[in-house]
Every structure is written in C-alpha cells, then in structure tokens.
C-alpha cells in the first residue's frame, strides 16, 4: 500500500508512442511537440490541493517500450491513481493496456472501485480515416473494466486538463482538486471530440 | 676497468648515433654535434649525465644506470632517460631500444634485453601524458617514410624495421585503447600496406611481416568482438545499488565498459522530480546538463551539473568532464539546477537511509563463503581495468576525453565493502550478536587475505577502523584476545602512506621541466601500471568451499547494503554505546 505522505502519486501507463508524456508535458509545461523521444521514466510535480491543504500532484511518466519493463510493478504499487493510455489510431495499443491492466488488479486487490483509474483514448484529432479504435469501443472497455473513460487530444490541447481534474475527482478517501484555494469544477467536454 | 672500458664503448655508440643524426640533411631540426658539443658529451659521460642539446637548448638528458642495480641483461644498456622533448624521446627509443640490424644482428639477445630494460615500456604506458597518440603517429610516419633516395638502404632498413616493431610492442601492451582509436586503427592499416609494397622492393622484412601480421588479426579479432558486444547497456539503479548490465539475468561481471555503451541513470532537479537518461557513458557533463534541461522544460541560462552526496554536500561537475554517473559517490545523486539555486538543493529521502542491497542476513552465510565469493567477484571488476584509466584518473580524464569507468566501478566496490562494515555493525541493536558480527568480519579480512583478495581485505579493515565501529568499547572489550590481535595486526599492515602512491606521484612531481618531460616521474607511473598488468596476468585459480547457498551468497555479495554518510552512522554508533560521561 503507498505509503502516507504529501505526495499525490498518478502514474500513466501506455503503449510506446500513444502519447503519454504529451499529455502530462501539455498539462504540466503547457507545449506539444510533434518529434518522438521515447522515454524511461520522468517525473513531474504541480501544486494541487488536498482536502484544502496545499499538497503535489506527482506524475510518473512510464515508458511504453518493451525494453524496459523493469519499473512497472513499483509505480503500481506507489501510486494512488493511473491513466491509462491508448491511441485511438491503434488497436494494438488497447490491446497492450490489459496486461497492465492485470498487474494494477493484482497488486491493489480485485476491487478497484476505490481506486482512480482512467482509460484514455488519445490522438482523438485524427482525421477518421487513421482511426482504428471508435469513441464507443473505447467505452465498453472502461465498462467492463468498472473504470471511466475520456477521448483526449495532447497536440490540440483537447480535454487534457479535464483528464487529470476527472481523475483526482474519483478520489474518494480525500478531496484532492487541481485548484489550489480557488473554485473546483473545471467542465469536461463530454461532446464528441472535433476533427481537426 | 672494465667499468671504465665499457663506459667509453658507450660513449663511442652514442657519439656513432649522434654521428648518423648529422647525416640526416632533411631532419635539419636535429642535432648537429660541433667539436665543443661533442666534447661536452663526453665530459658529462664523465659525470654520469648526458645532455643533448640543440639549438643551445636541453632536449635529452640521460643518466647512466648506477650498477648497484646491475641485472644480468640490463648492462646492455648503460643509460637510462631522465628527460627530454617527446620526439628526442622517441628518436632515442627507436634508435637505441629496438633493432634495426634484421635477424642477422640482433636476434634473441636483444629481445631479452629491451625486456630488462623499462624505459620501452615506460614509454608505451605513459605517452599519451606527453605525447597524444596522434602526435606519435605523425612522428612514427615520418620515421617509416623517411625519404630514401639519398640514402644508405641499410639506415632506411632500420628506421622501418624499428617502426613495425616499436608498433608490435605498443599494440601488444596497450591492446583495445589502440584499436578503439580511429586514427591509430587507419596508421594501422596504412602501415601494413606500405610494409607489403616495402617487402616487394627490399626483399628483406620478412621478420617484420610477419609482426605486423600479428598486429593485424588481433585487430581484426578485437573488431569482431567489438561488433559482438555492440550496443551493451548498463544502468546505474536508483536505490544506490552498483552499475550492472541493464539485460537482466546476465550475471558475468567480466564485462569491459566501453566508451560507447550506454548507460541509463537519473536526473534530479531541486523538487526532486527527474528524469531517465540513456546516453553514452563518455558524454560530457554540459551534454547531460543541456539534454536533462530541455526533458524538464528547465528554462534558465545558466545551469550547472551537480553531485548531491548522502550528506547533503554538493559537488559542481565541470562541462568537460565525463564518466559523470559511474563516477558518483555510493548514494551521490545527479542533479541539474540554475546557478543561483544551488542552496536550494537537498538529498532524496532515499538517499537518507540506506542503499536497496540484496535481502540476506550475513550471520547465515559462511564466512569463507563469503570471502570466496567476494573474491571472484572483486577479480572480475578489477579484470576490466585497464592501466591507462589509472593515468586518466590521475591527471583528470577530461585531458584526455576518455572515461575511467571501470576504475570507477572497482573504487566503489572498495566504498561499498568498507560502508557496509561499518553499516551492518552499527545496525545491530543486542550487544553479543555486535560481537558476533564483529568477529566474523575480522574473520573475513582474514580469508579475504588468504585468498589474496587485498581490495576487500583493506576495505574491509578500514571499515573496522572507521570511528563508529572503533569507538564501540563496548562490543570491542568483548571480543576475545584472539580476534582483537589479529585485528592490531591487519590494521598494522595497511600503511596509509602507501595509499595512493600514484596520485601522490602525479601530485609530488611536475609533469614537464623546462620544456622537457619529466620522465622519471613517467617511470614510477609505469611502474603502478605495471603492477596492476601484472596481477592481471595472473589466473585467480582458488579452491571453492562446499557450496551451500551458492546462489544466495553470490546475491548477497554483488549488492551490499550501505549507509555512506558518516554522520548517521556515528549517530547510530552513539546510539548503540552512548558515550560514557
Ligand atoms: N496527432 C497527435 N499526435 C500526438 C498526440 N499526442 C502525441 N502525439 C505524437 O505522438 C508521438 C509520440 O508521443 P509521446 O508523447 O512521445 O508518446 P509516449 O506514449 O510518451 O511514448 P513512449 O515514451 O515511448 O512510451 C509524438 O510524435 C507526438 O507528437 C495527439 O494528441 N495527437
Ligand atoms: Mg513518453
């Protein structure tokens, strides 16, 4: 179990190339960038408020690639909330989230209902043509899961904040919110995500 | 009279190749010996120095071997190099140390004798403090090519035959740092194809064929190998456990870190959040700084690459240092930070407690198991250094662009036995179980000298004698007499003044004098390069105790549990045995 601290730990698990880190560094940094560096493993911090005190928000940006597979069970097992990410112009990259789907059930116990987790289909500003996983199938995933789901765009700047406010609104053991001192309720695009 | 005879048949040779130097009109540069020089030559014989001069100025100095220290073959060679300019250095060495006379000349005689006489190898260890190995290249091209139409063919002869062999002898003793180079590998390949046309037209090199020959399938064997170990990836775990291999299972240590292999390790920033590198192991300080700065989206002009140690203290890494993450303290951090926040960075809360070892309780294993293992363990890290990263790390790698990651990984090994003495002691709370404890460390020194382990074995006993074990007179007085004079005497035989003896060398004494290089100071450096060679060369054959937990000790070992910051543990010491008022 994480231990006490401060600390609000969200890790983002992903297949290589979904859009992992552009979604925390469009969060965290505000940019996009179209070149891909894959990553290890980073870290990020952002001030957030937890049961009105100022507390972080810690993202653990994971790596997707195969090559080093080493850290997974650790994150899980450090942190309190997950994103989990596909592409939505890849079926394979779904397919890759259920066995770190398996791992997250096996190290925080079969019932995830207290747990924060979010599937999250990105690229969603590609043109249909590229699309390979419709807004729908992603749904039943997350339902069947017992999880919630949101479509995201890292380069258009689509639902991302609302992606990480969701999130840290299903937290139920305290009342964490991206807002710190100010007025929650940020609102979520529930529309269908435009083309661009 | 002998002595005296032989003194002036010296005196003859050298004035013979000061005599040939003369006839090389083209070398202008090179001495010319005028009646008073060569008078002066002769009277400094005398004085059992001899200098060369030219253009009025020192650029060879050679003393004559005192014979006290008379070995059977040295007296073959009457002079030994004080100092001088790089290139007088070599045109000595070729001239005088390697044989130009062909198979008819000099033969097995000779052999024997350049391998009394050090100064051959004293040069191949150390040139490249003076003389870059691109530099020695021009000078050895010049030496081979030497233009020969005005000529005696036999002098042209030599001067080729000394060149192939002075190569065979570098590549033989000096190995993959010459391979590795790109401009020695093409020197290389050039030399054996002038060699080919030479042996067309003089007809007379066979011998040296076949060297260079040699020469050429070990570099081809080592290219192979190269090809084969591509793309090898280590990684500098972020608990503070050792630099391993990244491919999991692979448990050879005896793996060479290159240049080129990548390692993976962390980057903090004053938050505490990081990043994940994966880069050459010899990229500089300012790559990783500027690479890590645009990970984390660091806007600030002036950033600087720091070194947080487990105590808090920070060390700036200079831009042009590499080897950065294999050079860290046991639980240093890598930290990027703006010039003007450097206060404002602190430890990691792991870095507070001890590094992850590998589970184990050391009361459970043998002790001769454990030294034994140990031992295997300590001899594959210290296989993998080579002498000139000793040079490297003496005169600061950054001169010479070149990494000292395996000395890296062998020095903090010896960190790591020392800290973890000192860790498990202070960490057991039941006096008579310390006692214990205690004991079977002395008892391990005491195998790890057995079995010739000197690393552990000093590390070790510096760890006995680090003041938060020493200060424990509690757990001391309870040892038996036995344990406690083995101990006097361990301690006895590790004579700090004999520590860093290379160092102290490099420190004590300048590199160059008036121009000219020290060369007896290149001397004593070779001489700890020799030393290290010559263990090396050694097979480490030892009689394996009955295996009982073989895979568990083997674990254990290869990851040790250590706190590296002193103050905590003369805090937990204190606590163990509160001073007595
Ligand atoms: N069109 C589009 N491209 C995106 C989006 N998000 C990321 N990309 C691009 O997809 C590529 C991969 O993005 P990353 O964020 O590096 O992918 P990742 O999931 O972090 O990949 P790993 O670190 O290897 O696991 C990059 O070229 C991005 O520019 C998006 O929302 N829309
Ligand atoms: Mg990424």
Request: glycine fraction near 4%; aromatic fraction near 8%; proline fraction near 3%.
């Amino acid at each position: 179990m994480p231990e006490q601290s401060n600390d609000y730990r969200v890790v983002v698990f992903g297949a290589g190339g979904v859009g992992k880190s552009s979604l925390v560094l469009r969060f965290v940094k505000g940019t996009f960038r179209e070149s891909y560096i894959p990553t290890i493993e980073d870290t990020y911090r952002q001030v957030i408020s937890c049961n009105k005190n100022i507390c972080t928000l810690q993202i653990t940006d994971t790596t997707g690639s195969h090559q080093f597979p080493a850290m997974q069970r650790l994150s899980i097992s450090k942190g309190h909330a997950f994103i989990l990410v596909y592409s939505v112009c890849s079926r394979q990259s779904l397919e890759e989230l259920k066995p770190i789907f398996e791992v997250i059930k096996e190290l925080k116990g079969p019932d995830l209902s207290q747990i924060p987790i979010m599937l999250t289909g990105n690229k969603c500003d590609e043109s249909a043509e590229l699309r390979e996983v419709s807004t729908s199938e992603g749904q039943a995933q997350a339902a069947e899961w017992g999880i919630s789901f949101m479509e995201t765009s890292a380069k258009t700047n689509h639902n991302v904040k609302q992606l990480f406010q969701e999130l840290l609104n299903l937290e139920k053991s305290r009342n964490v919110s991206l807002n710190v001192g100010g007025k929650t309720n940020s609102r979520v695009a529930k529309d269908k995500c435009e083309l661009m | 009279m002998a002595e005296v005879s032989q003194l002036s048949q010296d005196a003859r040779e050298f004035a013979v190749r000061a005599a040939t130097i003369v006839l090389r009109e083209n070398n202008c540069h090179f001495l010319r010996v005028d009646k008073e020089n060569f008078n002066r030559i002769l009277r400094d014989v005398e004085a059992n120095t001899v200098r060369l001069k030219e253009h009025g100025k020192d650029v060879l100095i050679l003393e004559k071997i005192t014979s006290n220290t008379k070995q059977v073959f040295s007296s073959h060679f009457k002079y030994t190099v004080m100092a001088g300019t790089p290139q007088k250095m070599l045109e000595h060495l070729l001239e005088t140390r390697l044989d130009g006379r062909g198979a008819m000349g000099g033969g097995d005689n000779f052999i024997i004798a350049t391998a009394q006489d050090p100064f051959l190898d004293d040069f191949l260890l150390t040139h490249i403090v003076f003389l870059p190995t691109h530099q020695l290249i021009e000078e050895l091209d010049k030496y081979y090519n030497i233009d020969f139409s005005n000529q005696d063919k036999e002098f042209v002869l030599a001067c080729k035959r000394r060149v192939i062999q002075f190569v065979y002898r570098w590549v033989t003793t000096i190995r993959h740092p010459v391979f590795e180079d790109d401009i020695a590998v093409e020197f290389l390949e050039d030399l054996a194809t002038a060699l080919e046309n030479d042996i067309m037209q003089f007809d007379a090199l066979q011998e040296e064929a076949s060297l260079m020959h040699h020469v050429m399938s070990q570099l081809r064997r080592y290219q192979e190998d190269r090809k084969a170990h591509e793309g090898q990836k280590w990684k500098l775990p972020p608990s503070g456990q050792p630099i391993s291999l990244f491919s999991a299972g692979n448990d050879t240590n005896r793996t060479i870190i290159m240049p080129q292999d990548d390692i993976i390790f962390r980057v903090y920033c004053a938050d505490h959040t990081y990043c994940t590198l994966r880069l050459p192991v010899d990229t500089t300080a300012e790559t990783i700084k500027i690479v890590a700065a645009d990970k984390l989206k660091i806007r600030e002009d002036e950033l600087l690459l720091v070194e947080v140690k487990s105590n808090g203290e920070r060390v700036v890494l200079k831009d042009n240092d590499i080897s950065i993450p294999t050079a860290l303290s046991i639980n240093g951090r890598i930290f990027v930070s703006p010039k003007d926040h450097l206060d404002a960075l602190t430890c990691l809360s792991e870095q507070e407690e001890a590094t992850q070892g590998i589970e184990g309780d050391i009361e459970m294993f043998g002790t001769k198991e454990l030294a034994y293992y140990m031992t295997l363990f300590d001899w594959d890290l210290f296989w993998c250094v080579h002498e000139y990263e000793l040079l490297y790390h003496t005169f600061g790698r950054h001169h010479f662009g070149q990494i000292t990651a395996n000395l890296d990984v062998f020095l903090r090994r010896f960190n790591e036995i020392q800290f973890w003495v000192v860790t498990e002691i202070c960490m057991i709370g039941s006096l008579s179980k310390r006692v214990g404890v205690l004991r079977k460390f002395i008892k391990l020194a005491a195998y790890c000298r057995e079995y010739q382990n000197l690393n552990a074995f000093c590390a070790i006993v510096m760890g006995l004698s680090n003041v938060a074990v020493s200060r424990l007179s509690n757990t001391w007085d309870k040892l038996p007499s036995k344990f406690r004079k083995l101990y006097t005497e361990f301690e006895s035989m590790i004579d700090p003044s004999r520590n860093h003896r290379a160092y102290r060398v490099s420190v004590g004494n300048k590199t160059s004098l008036d121009g000219l290089v020290n060369f007896e100071k290149m001397h004593m450096l070779a001489q700890t390069m020799r030393t290290i060679r010559f263990c090396r060369s050694r097979h480490l054959v030892l009689d394996p105790p009955s295996p009982k937990s073989e895979g568990e000790v083997k674990s254990y070992i290869s990851c040790l549990r250590v706190i590296d910051n002193q103050r905590i543990l003369t805090g937990m010491s204190q606590k163990l045995e509160p001073r007595r008022s």
